[in-house]
Each structure stands twice: as structure tokens, then as C-alpha cells.
């Protein structure tokens, strides 16, 4: 059978958040580009389900109409106001995302099924730039030159798709990531979490605040509650693949035995009904730097490992990733260069100066999430200040004062009241 030949100016792999987050901004630059998915949209993805604000900045900037969208839609992409933490000493502290709010201000967050967000952002790739093939099979990746092809079967047909950039956005099993990194020497840090999908929990915060409870068996890891559309909520456990292994951990049974004895957690569940299997998978961590780019390529999302080491997000770091990588490619087709001098620059670079604080403050955040003693004496001081809660609110807005947390200095001035 003959193969039906394509030539495009850029192939992305993986129609998730990072795929769409490139493809948006190629539409919006006119480059014409190729996105293939093994799957089939709407399509299952296990998370969380809570987006960030750096969720709603990408989307904004992808295109405005589309964030008004989701926040006059509040039935469907439900508004989150804050995050309420649960220390290992159980005391719960409510901090909201926007402490100095108007009545103009949105909700910076917002949480709903991964199968209906992924389909909203799959729906938006439509475009005359984007050739979308769903449901399509990547057989092999071939780098010769200047030039990437993928053979893929897609509807039965045969393709030899072409162009001189690849981009891997094909999640934490990349394909691309295998056969164009698969040489890194950096150390990958994985975490692994479970999902489970409830109605009926009572207790939750009348602003749908996420719930992150802090439980001494599961540090650094958490416990999550996360309130969705329609009264169901997303209920779930992430804790580092060595942790795991080192404390042979059974993380199905640590969830469900929280669920059922920890005197905070369970009255809550008491009536409440498990509507769907329980599922996981890994979270690769951005614990440090790492090349995301080579000749001819480059990776987003979960390719790249930019799961936020503490809070576990990886949504708005993906969808972002992919608007940075299109950012790059606008350079460097003019110049015609896809070299891994040219994408380390244009890419890996202004990546790392725009993320890398961020996530190293995570980094050494979920480092010290090992001390309980830490964690319960941070939230006792600020469950009886105003102010030190009021400074930890600002921190999720507010980079310069997260730093802080990383720092003994900031321990220091709350055990001395300052
Ligand atoms: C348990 C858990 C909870 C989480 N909770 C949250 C949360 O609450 N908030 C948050 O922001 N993040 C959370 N994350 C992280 C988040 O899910 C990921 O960071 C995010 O999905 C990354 O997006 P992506 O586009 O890089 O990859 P994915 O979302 O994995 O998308 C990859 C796409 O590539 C396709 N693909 C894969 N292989 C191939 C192939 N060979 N050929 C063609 N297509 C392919 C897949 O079908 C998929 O559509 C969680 C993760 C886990 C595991």
C-alpha cells in the first residue's frame, strides 16, 4: 500500500494540554502544523482536575472570548476561590487565592473533569493552520537531517508526515521523549497518584476551596478533596515513587483507609458514593533542570517533566510550555534553524528564566513538606494571625514573598512574632 506523503511546518504528538497550548498560538501566528493523538477526544486523563491561574493567563492570552467563556460557564468549570490546608496535626487553614478581592474579581482557579476540560481545549485547536488526526498510531519516528517523519496509520490509511521540527507533548510515557532524550544523564523524580471520583462528600467550603490534608502517613505526599460541577468532587493521594517504595506503601488501601478512619475525613464521607474506578498514574516532577530541546526538537508538559514538584500542577505549566515552545518556532522559521543551539536558546532558556524560580522554591518546598513538626507549626501560628495568613495568601499570587517559605528566616521571624 502506498503512503499517503505530508509535508507541514511543525508535527506536535499529543493533543493535551501542552499539544493545545502550542497549537493555539501557531494558529494565532499562521504557522500551519500537524497535531496527532493516539486517543480518541473526550478522553479520560487521571488528575486532579483543578486549574490553575496560570491555566486561565494562557488561555487568556491564546484567546480572551475563550476564558470569558469558561467564566461566565461557572455550572460547568466550577470557580475555586482558595485552598484550604489540613496540617498533620489536623488543624485546617483556609487561604484564599485572592485575599484583597473586589466585586470585579474572578476566581483565579477553577476545577472540572479533565474529559470535558481536554475536550473544550481539543475543540478550540480547530483552525485552518491545525490538521488534527485523533485515534491515530504512531509506528516510526525517523531524524534524518534537517528533517523529522512519522509514519502513522490513521481510518486505515497509511501517512508519511514530514517538517523540521517534532514536538513531544505526549505526556509523562512520551514516545518522542524516548527516542530523541533518551541519553539525559539528569535524574528523573516521579510521583505517583491515585484518582477517585465521589458524590455526595459533605463539608465542603462554601467557595470550593481544594482541600489538600497533609496526613503524617502520607508526607511529603497529600491526601486531596477537590469540589467539581454538579455536588461530585475529585478525591485523591500523590506521594513520591521512592516513598512509596522505600515504605512499601499500598496507596489504593493508605487512600481508602483515610477515607474510612481519619476522624476528620470520614464523617465527611459517611453517605457519600464512589461513582467511578479508582485509576493512577505518574507525575514527573520539575525537581531540576533539565534539557527539553535537541536538533529538531522540542518537549512541553509532561514530556518535560514540569509537574510542579510541591502542589503536584502540571496543567498551566503544560498549556504554558506550549505557548512558549510556538514562540519559539515563530524565530526560528525565519531563520530556518532547528538546531539544538538555536531551540536552547529560544526555548530551554526563556523557559527555565520565566518557570525556573518558581519551581525550585516548589522544589525545596515539598523537601521540607518531610517535617510534620514544620508544617503544624506554620499553620498553628497562622490559624491565630491575620496577617501571617494574609502573607501566605499573597504568596500564591506573589513569587518573591513564596521565596520566603524556602527560607529558615521566615521560620525564625514567625517563632519570634515579627
Ligand atoms: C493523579 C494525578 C493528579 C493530578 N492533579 C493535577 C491537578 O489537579 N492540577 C494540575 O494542574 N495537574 C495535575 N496533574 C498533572 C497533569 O495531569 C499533567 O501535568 C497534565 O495532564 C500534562 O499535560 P500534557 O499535555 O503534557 O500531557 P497529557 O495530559 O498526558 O496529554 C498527552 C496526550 O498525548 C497523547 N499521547 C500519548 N502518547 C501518544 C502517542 N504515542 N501517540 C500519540 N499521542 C499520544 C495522549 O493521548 C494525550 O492526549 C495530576 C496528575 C496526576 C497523575
Same mark, same amino acid.
Given at each position: 500500500?502506498?503512503?499517503?506523503s505530508?509535508?507541514?511546518?511543525?508535527?506536535?504528538?499529543?493533543?493535551g494540554?501542552?499539544?493545545?497550548?502550542i497549537?493555539?498560538?501557531?494558529?494565532?501566528?499562521?504557522?500551519?502544523?500537524?497535531?496527532?493523538?493516539?486517543?480518541?477526544f473526550?478522553?479520560?486523563?487521571?488528575?486532579?482536575?483543578?486549574?490553575?491561574?496560570?491555566?486561565?493567563?494562557?488561555?487568556?492570552?491564546?484567546?480572551?472570548?475563550?476564558?470569558?467563556?469558561?467564566l461566565?460557564?461557572?455550572e460547568?468549570?466550577?470557580?475555586?476561590?482558595?485552598?484550604t490546608?489540613?496540617?498533620?496535626?489536623?488543624?485546617?487553614l483556609?487561604?484564599?487565592?485572592?485575599?484583597?478581592?473586589?466585586e470585579?474579581?474572578?476566581?483565579?482557579?477553577?476545577?472540572?473533569?479533565?474529559?470535558d476540560?481536554?475536550?473544550?481545549?481539543?475543540?478550540?485547536?480547530?483552525?485552518?493552520?491545525?490538521?488534527?488526526?485523533?485515534?491515530?498510531?504512531?509506528?516510526?519516528?525517523?531524524?534524518?537531517?534537517?528533517?523529522v517523519?512519522?509514519?502513522?496509520?490513521?481510518d486505515?490509511?497509511?501517512?508519511?508526515i514530514?517538517?523540521?521540527?517534532?514536538?513531544?507533548a505526549?505526556?509523562?510515557?512520551?514516545?518522542?521523549?524516548?527516542?530523541?532524550?533518551?541519553?539525559?544523564?539528569?535524574?528523573?523524580?516521579?510521583?505517583?497518584?491515585?484518582?477517585a471520583?465521589?458524590?455526595?462528600?459533605?463539608?465542603?467550603?462554601?467557595?470550593?476551596?481544594?482541600?489538600?490534608?497533609?496526613?503524617?502517613?502520607? +508526607?511529603?505526599? !497529600?491526601? #486531596?478533596? $477537590?469540589?467539581?460541577?454538579?455536588? *461530585? &468532587?475529585?478525591?485523591?493521594?500523590?506521594?513520591?515513587?521512592?516513598?512509596?517504595?522505600d515504605?512499601?506503601?499500598?496507596?489504593?488501601?493508605?487512600?481508602?483507609?483515610?477515607?474510612k478512619?481519619?476522624?476528620?475525613?470520614?464523617?465527611?464521607?459517611?453517605?457519600a458514593?464512589?461513582?467511578?474506578?479508582?485509576?493512577?498514574?505518574?507525575?514527573?516532577?520539575?525537581?531540576e533542570?533539565?534539557?527539553?530541546?535537541?536538533?529538531?526538537?522540542?518537549?512541553?508538559?509532561?514530556?518535560?517533566?514540569?509537574?510542579?514538584?510541591?502542589?503536584?500542577?502540571?496543567?498551566?505549566?503544560?498549556?504554558y510550555?506550549?505557548?512558549?515552545?510556538?514562540?519559539?518556532?515563530?524565530?526560528a522559521?525565519?531563520?530556518?534553524?532547528?538546531?539544538?543551539?538555536?531551540?536552547?536558546?529560544?526555548?530551554?532558556?526563556?523557559?527555565?528564566?520565566?518557570?525556573?524560580?518558581?519551581?525550585k522554591?516548589?522544589?525545596?518546598?515539598?523537601? +521540607?513538606?518531610? !517535617?510534620? #513538626?514544620? $508544617?503544624?507549626?506554620?499553620?498553628? *501560628? &497562622?490559624?491565630?494571625?491575620?496577617?501571617?495568613?494574609n502573607?501566605i495568601?499573597?504568596?500564591?499570587?506573589?513569587?518573591?514573598l513564596?521565596?520566603?517559605?524556602?527560607?529558615?528566616?521566615?521560620?525564625?521571624?514567625?517563632?519570634?512574632?515579627?
Amino acid at each position: 500500500m502506498s503512503k499517503n506523503s505530508i509535508d507541514t511546518k511543525v508535527i506536535i504528538v499529543g493533543a493535551g494540554p501542552a499539544g493545545a497550548g502550542i497549537s493555539f498560538f501557531l494558529t494565532n501566528y499562521e504557522i500551519p502544523h500537524i497535531v496527532i493523538d493516539k486517543n480518541t477526544f473526550p478522553r479520560d486523563k487521571v488528575c486532579g482536575d483543578a486549574c490553575s491561574g496560570k491555566t486561565a493567563l494562557v488561555i487568556k492570552r491564546a484567546n480572551p472570548d475563550w476564558l470569558a467563556e469558561i467564566l461566565e460557564h461557572s455550572e460547568e468549570f466550577l470557580p475555586s476561590w482558595g485552598i484550604t490546608f489540613v496540617a498533620p496535626n489536623g488543624k485546617a487553614l483556609d487561604i484564599p487565592f485572592s485575599p484583597n478581592r473586589t466585586e470585579e474579581t474572578k476566581a483565579p482557579g477553577f476545577t472540572l473533569p479533565r474529559l470535558d476540560f481536554d475536550d473544550f481545549l481539543f475543540r478550540k485547536m480547530a483552525s485552518p493552520y491545525c490538521t488534527i488526526y485523533e485515534g491515530a498510531t504512531i509506528g516510526n519516528i525517523i531524524h534524518e537531517g534537517n528533517k523529522v517523519s512519522v509514519n502513522m496509520t490513521h481510518d486505515a490509511t497509511e501517512y508519511e508526515i514530514s517538517a523540521p521540527i517534532i514536538i513531544g507533548a505526549d505526556g509523562d510515557k512520551s514516545i518522542v521523549r524516548k527516542q530523541f532524550l533518551s541519553g539525559s544523564t539528569v535524574p528523573k523524580t516521579y510521583a505517583v497518584g491515585l484518582r477517585a471520583y465521589y458524590e455526595g462528600i459533605t463539608g465542603m467550603h462554601r467557595e470550593n476551596f481544594i482541600e489538600l490534608h497533609f496526613l503524617p502517613e502520607m +508526607l511529603p505526599g !497529600y491526601l #486531596w478533596i $477537590f469540589p467539581l460541577p454538579g455536588g *461530585k &468532587a475529585n478525591v485523591g493521594v500523590g506521594i513520591l515513587s521512592e516513598v512509596i517504595r522505600d515504605k512499601k506503601i499500598n496507596l489504593r488501601e493508605q487512600m481508602l483507609a483515610a477515607i474510612k478512619n481519619n476522624p476528620q475525613i470520614a464523617p465527611r464521607f459517611a453517605n457519600a458514593r464512589l461513582t467511578d474506578k479508582i485509576q493512577g498514574w505518574g507525575l514527573p516532577l520539575a525537581m531540576e533542570r533539565q534539557p527539553i530541546s535537541g536538533n529538531n526538537f522540542m518537549l512541553c508538559g509532561d514530556a518535560a517533566s514540569l509537574v510542579d514538584p510541591f502542589s503536584g500542577e502540571g496543567i498551566g505549566n503544560a498549556l504554558y510550555s506550549g505557548m512558549l515552545a510556538a514562540m519559539a518556532i515563530k524565530e526560528a522559521l525565519p531563520a530556518n534553524d532547528f538546531s539544538a543551539t538555536f531551540l536552547k536558546k529560544a526555548y530551554d532558556d526563556v523557559l527555565y528564566k520565566r518557570l525556573g524560580d518558581e519551581l525550585k522554591i516548589s522544589a525545596t518546598l515539598q523537601r +521540607l513538606c518531610k !517535617y510534620p #513538626w514544620l $508544617f503544624n507549626f506554620v499553620v498553628n *501560628k &497562622a490559624y491565630k494571625s491575620p496577617s501571617l495568613r494574609n502573607t501566605i495568601s499573597c504568596m500564591f499570587t506573589d513569587m518573591d514573598l513564596r521565596e520566603q517559605l524556602s527560607k529558615p528566616s521566615f521560620y525564625l521571624k514567625i517563632l519570634f512574632n515579627r
